[in-house]
């Protein structure tokens, strides 16, 4: 196995800084997926860039108009966060389905981020809830919405030496609710086969969507928002019937393709019953019913 030089840098300038001086040098955070790859070859940085030393980076804190997720954050300090509880139970809800114990000490925000696999969960339920990252670089510090960091499977558009700092996600508003659901085969320790997190704000009636957000995951080459289905729902009043639709919708937005876990056909059909679902749990917990 490749055993790379490691650099550990004590601030996010010096670590910007040894990215831009060591070509081909890779960020290290939760590893959970960089390790694997080294060892099997995927992956053959000659310098790994390790960000744990980094003070503040590890961090979950309100900030004005919502919540500062740090990119070390664990997904275990995220299941025992309670401002994430209080404020945003979806992002608990998604951390409680991420694989094992052991990979949940470990896994990062950013590094499940950057990672940007397509059946990743973190960003399904941080797409619907229009979250930003905080990037640092060579060019300074920059924010960016979430939906345009993706470029592919296990592709960003991350620039050469720029590194994620933070997420920061808004406050969800009254009158709003979001779910996270996944199909698999284990309940740990599995990525997903399909999944589907969802958003909805309804308006003062308590009837009518104001705002809809349908994020898929492990249907396409990245994850992705399934606009047309959002645009179905937004401005009317929301029935089973409309729900319905819209999950279909979502479904055939999909771009899935076959592997051993499952054709492309059945995540298209799960796509539409996971969206479904999600909806349908969103709306009761925005204080809506069907």
Known sequence: MLRPEMVEPRTVEEAVAALGRNRGAMVLAGATDLIP????????????????????????????????IGALTT?????????????????????????????????????NLCNATPSAHLPLPLLVMDARIQIAGP??????????????????????GEIVTAVVVPRMPARSGAAFVRLGVRRAMDLPIAAVAAA??????????????IAL???????MRATGAERMLEEKEVTGEMIGAAAEAAAREAKPLSDLRASAEYRREMTAVLARRALERALRRAGGAV
Do not use: H, Y
Not at 200 to 213: E, N, Q, S, T, V
């Open 217 to 223: 995951g492990a249907v396409a080459p990245t994850p």
């Open 75 to 111: 997904v275990s300090e995220m299941l025992r966060s309670a401002a994430l509880a209080e404020g945003w139970p979806v992002l608990v809800e998604t951390a409680r389905e991420f694989g094992s114990a052991q990979i949940r000490s470990m896994a990062t925000v950013g590094g």
């Open 37 to 68: 790859a080294i060892r099997r070859g995927l992956a053959k940085p000659r310098v790994l860039v390790n960000l744990k030393r980094i003070a503040g980076l590890a961090a979950v804190r309100r900030v004005r108009g919502g919540v500062s």
């Open 139 to 160: 060019g300074g510090e920059r924010e960016l919405p979430l939906c345009e960091l993706f470029a592919g499977a296990n592709k960003t558009t991350l620039a050469a």
């Open 200 to 213: 909805i704000l309804l308006g003062p009636d308590g009837r009518r969507c104001k705002r809809a957000r």
